[in-house]
């Protein structure tokens, strides 16, 4: 079981910047990467974007393109999502997720996630 922790959501004025953080407690063998979700009132989770643990891959949506941008430590297992250019619409809860096997499905674990609320 690995256990994930998000960080560093809260209220920001729109035009604004947040980064988030996620631990994960423990890198399972084989773990692929980790990645973002966020889930709006009355809306489908939808993906924001993920990272490989190794090998350089990492892909954004194109809603957040250009605005936001994944990190990594592997030494720390932590996962970052530097969110730039803040706009009303990425009001939501953010999840923090892992891949196991691989980054091309759906993830395996996922935090508790964490409010990110911007005002315009």
């Known amino acids: 079981q690995v256990q994930l922790a998000e960080s560093g959501g809260g209220l920001v004025q729109a035009g604004g910047s947040l980064r988030l953080s996620c631990v994960a407690s423990r890198r399972t063998f084989g773990a692929a990467g980790m990645g973002w979700f966020r889930q709006a009132p009355g809306q489908e989770r939808e993906f924001v974007a993920k990272i490989a643990w190794s090998g350089g891959f990492m892909t954004t949506a194109n809603s957040v393109k250009g605005r936001f941008t994944i990190s990594k430590d592997n030494d720390k297992n932590m996962v970052y999502l530097q969110m730039d250019s803040l706009k009303p619409e990425d009001t939501a809860v953010y999840y923090c997720?892992?891949?196991?096997?691989?980054?091309?499905?759906?993830?395996?674990?996922w935090g508790q996630g964490t409010q990110v609320t911007v005002s315009s």
């Open positions: 997720a892992s891949y196991v096997s691989t980054i091309h499905s759906a993830p395996a674990y």
